[in-house]
């Protein structure tokens, strides 16, 4: 059997826990710190969610919710150097978070060069953005996948997850 590692970031708010959690075959795994430092708020938190599933008989994925605060980028190299892929969630309701997503990937893709895709998460909101207008709002070539996403449904998630596999299969055949 083979495990595979892949990470999970946003924004905060944008669904990591809940995307973990709605997929984990075993019950979440979360630490959580308050950050201690000048000019930190009192509320800030980092959360490490942990989350296993099953993908096929052969292939187990380990899920690794981590914070996308780049002060902490210690914590993204202990998760993130062994990762085959990123899933980096956009609240897609809140359109003011789009810009620090594109952060967020690019952060992480300086780390290892790995396959991604960005999910436009909460797509059962009204106000939802989909997933083609988040691509134009952030510019985004053709060729990044952005999928759209409801992190409280297991199928949705295991439909982002499946998406990811199938970028990684094609990134190791070339």
């Known amino acids: 059997m083979q495990t595979v590692r892949v990470v999970v970031s946003g924004v905060g708010g944008s669904g990591k826990t809940t995307f973990v959690r709605a997929i984990s075959e075993v019950g979440l795994v ?6 201690a430092g000048e000019g930190t708020s009192p509320h800030a938190k980092i959360v490490v ?4 599933v099953a993908m096929a008989p ?4 380990h899920l690794f919710g981590v914070p996308a605060l780049q002060a902490f980028d210690l914590l993204w190299w ?3 150097a062994e990762a085959v892929g990123w899933v980096i969630l956009v609240d897609s309701t809140r359109p003011e978070t789009f810009r620090d997503a594109l952060k967020i990937a690019d952060f992480a893709k300086s780390f290892r060069d790995t396959p991604c895709v960005i999910v436009a998460n909460k797509q059962d909101a009204e106000n939802a953005w989909g997933p083609e207008e988040l691509r134009l709002a952030l510019r985004l070539p053709t060729d990044v996948p952005v999928l759209p996403c409801v992190a409280t449904d297991r199928d949705s998630v295991k439909n982002v997850l499946l998406e990811l596999l199938y970028l990684v299969l094609q990134a190791t055949a070339c």
Request: aromatic fraction near 6%; charge should be negative.
């Open 78 to 80: 202990i998760h993130c």
């Open 30 to 35: 979360s630490t959580e710190r308050c950050p």
């Open 49 to 52: 969610d942990f989350g296993r």
């Open 58 to 61: 052969d292939l187990v994925l």
